[in-house]
Structures are given as C-alpha cells and as structure tokens.
C-alpha cells in the first residue's frame, strides 16, 4: 500500500485510478471482516459467551490486550503519517486512508479497553 500511497503522490492521474481500485478491492474494509467473525474481540458480552472458563478468559484477555496495543500504536503512527503527508499532497488516495487508519484506531482503543477490564 505504501508503494501505491506514492505513486499516488507523484505520478499525475494515478490517485484517481489507486482511490477507485482501493474501494473496489475491499481493502478499505477488511476489518468489517474480523468484526464479523470474531465479535468476541469487540463486545464483552460475546467475549464472555465465547470463553466461558474464567481462567482461560483471562489469559485470552491478556493476549489480546497487547495484541490490541500494538495495534494501537501502529495505527496511531500510520495515521500521524498519513495527515501529515495529506497536509502536503490531499488526494483522494490518502483521504481514503486517513479515515481507513482512524477506523482501525477506534476499533484498537475499543479493544484495548475491553480487555484491560480482565
């Protein structure tokens, strides 16, 4: 993606081209996919139905905590990136994903705090 992200930026014509096949590709919402099969990652609810020994339940909470705050850091840095390059180029492509990264920073504080409670 970050190939695509400069030639977007340096080759005139192609942030319309890369914008489109972005949105036809499904990439900008791959993570609608994880919601869907793993909704115990998002909602303590389903996370309780879904490990229902207390003990296992905790050592999940674990992993997923630092899963999700590496998650949050990459994100954070990849969406400080991305504003900082739009600021100079603002394109399409890189709109795309400033919106893609602030999703995937919501999703990664929603799970950071849903397993910081375990």
């Known amino acids: 993606m970050h190939d695509l992200e400069a030639l977007a930026i340096t080759t005139e014509g192609a942030d ?3 914008s489109d096949l ?12 994880d919601i869907k099969e793993n909704p115990w990652r998002y909602s ?9 020994d207390k003990q296992n339940r ?3 909470a674990q992993n997923e905590l630092g899963m999700a705050q590496h998650q949050l850091s990459r994100h954070l840095e990849s969406l ?20 893609l990264y602030e999703t995937l920073v919501m999703l990664a504080v929603k799970k950071t705090e849903l397993f910081s409670h375990y």
């Open 16 to 18: 319309d081209i890369i």
């Open 22 to 33: 972005t949105i036809k590709s499904g990439y900008l919402e791959l993570w609608k996919i």
């Open 44 to 52: 303590q609810i389903e996370f309780e139905k879904w490990a229902t």
């Open 58 to 60: 905790t050592e999940i």
């Open 80 to 99: 400080h990136i991305t504003r900082e390059n739009y600021k100079n180029y603002p394109n399409k492509t890189l709109g795309q994903l400033i919106a």
